[in-house]
């Protein structure tokens, strides 16, 4: 019988026959066996199979409540005519963090019209945008903002607001509670008519958890405009209907 050149035989027998001996050697090993008999124990703990609950800024939200919104229009370069509209529409709101941890943001306006023949008209209009926290990207937005916007989404874990110092340095005592919110930092292109960056906070009041205000920021020093929109949560039954967009 031809002898392997190689010598690869010869290493694996020998490699099999030291395999055969340590496993000999720990089944005569009583500690050895018992350790590997022993089953070890796993953590476990309720709270892992609990339902991962909604993040409190979820949830749908309808206009209720504007101050000087009109102003803020004007900034971004709807006409008179388009202000009126908007000021008169019905306006949802609806915020979701989505399975990819993107944040969902669908805006819903439906304007009160009349048709040619006289009969009133709802017609709604979405808009809808998807943001990853932190990454720019372009930002769809209504009509009657002429501006191009390349948006940030930041999310705002707690906020300090200091208050009336307790002494020289400002210390926690000397701070408003904390709360959480999203801010949406809107840059406009500087090759448009219109150029003004905008901030766009939203925000639960401390007051009621179920109220959704949105304080929305746009010009510079003292040109800046600030308007401030209370929405509030609808429930399920209360949205009237889904919103979706196709």
């Known amino acids: 019988m031809p002898q392997c050149l190689t010598g690869c035989a010869h290493t694996y027998k020998e490699a099999r026959e030291a395999q055969k001996e340590r496993e000999k050697e720990q089944n005569e090993d009583p500690d050895i066996m ?7 124990p796993k953590s476990f703990c309720l709270s892992k199979l609990a339902v991962a609950l909604p993040d409190p800024l979820e949830g ?3 206009q209720f409540q504007s101050h000087n919104y009109e102003k803020y229009l004007e900034m971004l370069g709807a006409g008179p005519m388009s202000i009126n509209m908007i000021i008169r529409a019905n306006m ?3 915020i979701n963090q989505e399975i990819d941890k993107r944040w969902r943001f669908v805006y819903e306006t439906t304007i009160k019209a009349k048709s040619m023949r006289g009969f009133s008209t709802n017609t709604p209009k979405l808009v809808e945008n998807k943001f990853v926290l932190g990454e720019p990207r372009a930002e769809l937005v209504d009509d009657w903002d ?3 916007l390349v948006s940030v989404l930041e999310f705002h874990e707690a906020v300090e607001t200091p208050t009336k ?4 340095v400002n210390c926690p005592a000397s701070c408003e509670e904390e709360h959480r919110r999203l801010v949406l930092q809107q840059t406009a292109s500087k090759e448009k008519k219109i150029t003004h960056d905008s901030t766009i906070v939203y925000e639960l009041e401390k007051e009621d958890p179920d109220v959704m205000v949105v304080t929305s920021r746009v010009g510079e020093e003292q040109e800046e405009v600030v308007a401030v929109r209370r ?3 609808q429930k399920e039954e209360e949205s009237g209907r889904r919103i979706s967009v196709i």
Do not use: D, G, Y
């Open 34 to 40: 018992k350790s590997m008999n022993e089953r070890k």
């Open 60 to 62: 749908t939200f309808r």
């Open 92 to 94: 949802v709101l609806k």
């Open 146 to 148: 002429q501006r191009a």
């Open 165 to 168: 110092a307790c002494c020289q």
């Open 231 to 233: 929405f509030r949560r």
